[in-house]
Structure formats: structure tokens, C-alpha cells
């Protein structure tokens, strides 16, 4: 059989989370030959050795580690939002992975696994270039990509790719045109460029292999609501048993701060320091909310104004 090749890319700041995300990946699938490529964007030697140790507790597993560098000096960006370049790390997976991976499965570094993913890696992508799980964004972050309102717009958090296609299409050089096109400004960044690319080369996944913070702060109809969705989302049914039930969890910037933050309202973020306990960067201590205020601000909206 044939290993599983995940992939992640972090700089330091997210080499804690990296971790936890990791070890809760290996431990669900402690019995499966996985290959761990970590982009690396600037994280310190001591958080790789940290990082290293994790894999002794699980023999077959390795990890390979990939300079960003190289590849992110072809960004040209203005980004409007303050997010970690790693975040476009995704971009140049077919350049980065050896020319014989033709399948991958990139994941967030603030997603914690809950649960073996065999299925999901051997999920049958019909044709498509990627699978990804759909997510909720308004009508104009649609067109401003040139998706119509009506199309489905997807959480690039978690990408299975089909490598092949990938580069037979030279996605790379697609993903860095559309960046030009846009002068550098792309609303939610790399997902705004991949989203651009693939709203119609795309098989959609249940949500319980990418169950964001949103689900679980806010009900089916008010999501539906706030961001007019007028493409088909998933039902109460599904959402209800994918939150019951989370193979991946993630946990997004949706409403309330993330789980090593001390403000974090999460109902699950327990798991993210269960997983953090079990790795060598244990004894670490939820921070202090650091966002920036309009941030907080349009949090506190979300929350509290009727819409």
C-alpha cells in the first residue's frame, strides 16, 4: 500500500499548533504509513526538534521538510489582511512534492484530526482537480474572483489534490497569473486565488472533514442569513452529525478567537490542548488576544447584532 502524503506550511508562530495537528493526525492514524511534508517558512531549529520528536512515537511515519524560500519570492502581494506567508505555501505543491506523488492532502496547521482518514484519502474525486469542503462567503467575495453568486466557494483549510492534474495544467503558474491579475489583492488571500481556479473544477466533501469554528457558534439559518448563501449548502442533518462527529476539526477565526487564545469560546478547543500535552511543546499557556481591534470589533458584531 501505497503511504498517504500530507502536507502543512507554518513559519514559527504556528509551530506550536503545527504540532498539535501533527500528533492528533498520527495518533488516529497510528497504523498507516503517512510521509508529513512541512513547508517551512522560517521556523526556529529549536521548534523543528521539537516537531522531530513527535514522529519517534509513531515508526511509520516521517517527516520531510521543504525552504519556502525558494518559492515565495515569486509573490508579489498586497495583502489587505495581516496573514502569514505560509498560508501560500499550498500554491507550489506540485512543484514542491517529488515528480511520483500524484495524490496529497494539505492541511491547515489550526486543524486538529479526530479520527482515521482512509476514507477521505482515498475519497473518489470524479475528475476534479481537488476536493475540498464547502464553505459560506458573500455575494460579492464571489464575483470578486469571478465565481457567480450561485456557485459553490470552498474552505481551502483541507485539499485533497490530484497532483497529476495539478501540474498538467501547471496550476502554479495559474495561481501566481491570478494573483497579477488582481493586482495582489485577493479577498481571503490564497483560498480567494485556488477559489478563482477551481469553483468549477472542484468535488465537494461532508462536512465532517473540515468542520469550521462557525458551525459550531452559529445556527444553519443565521449563517444563511448573514451571508445570503444562494448556492446549496449543507443540510441541518449533516451539519448537526458532522459537529457530533468531526474527523477534521478546524478551528477558524469565525466569531471567537482560537483555542490557544485565553478568550477562545469553542466548545471543542479541549482537544487542542490534549494534543498539545502529549507532544514535546507541552506546558504551553493559552495567550493573550492580540487581534487587531477592528477584528475584535467585527467579532463582537457577529455576535451581538441582529441580522
Known sequence: MQPMHIVYSSDDNYAQHMGASIYSLLSHNAESEIVIYVIDNGISTVSKEKLQQIFRQFPLSQLQWIDFSKWSEKLTLDMQW????SSYGRLF?????????????????DMIICDCIDELWNW?????????????????????????????YFNAGLLLIDLDKWRST????????FIAQHQGRITHHDQ???????????????????????????????????????????????????KAHPVVLHYTPSFTSRPWVRTCRH?????????????????????????????????????NLPF
Request: net charge negative; with cysteine.
Open 170 to 177: 501547471d496550476v502554479e503558474q495559474a495561481c501566481l497569473d
Open 192 to 242: 480567494g486565488v485556488l477559489n478563482g481556479l477551481f469553483h468549477q473544477d472542484v468535488s465537494i466533501l461532508p462536512l465532517r472533514y473540515n468542520v469550521m469554528t462557525i458551525h459550531y457558534i452559529m445556527s444553519l439559518a443565521r449563517i444563511l442569513k448573514y451571508f445570503r448563501e444562494e448556492s446549496p449548502f449543507y443540510s441541518e442533518e449533516e451539519i448537526t452529525q458532522a
Open 124 to 152: 473518489d474525486m470524479h475528475g476534479c482537480t481537488i476536493a475540498a469542503v464547502q464553505d459560506t462567503v458573500s455575494r460579492e467575495t464571489k464575483e470578486s474572483i469571478g465565481a457567480h453568486c450561485r456557485e459553490k
Open 82 to 85: 495581516p496573514i502569514s506567508l
Open 267 to 303: 466548545p471543542l478547543k479541549k482537544l487542542y490542548w490534549d494534543a498539545v500535552e502529549k507532544t514535546p511543546l507541552a506546558g504551553a499557556q493559552p495567550t493573550k488576544d492580540t487581534s487587531k481591534w477592528y477584528v475584535r470589533l467585527i467579532d463582537w458584531r457577529y455576535r
Open 93 to 109: 505543491i506540485g512543484s514542491m512534492l517529488p515528480d511520483d506523488v500524484s495524490r496529497c492532502l494539505y492541511l491547515d496547521c
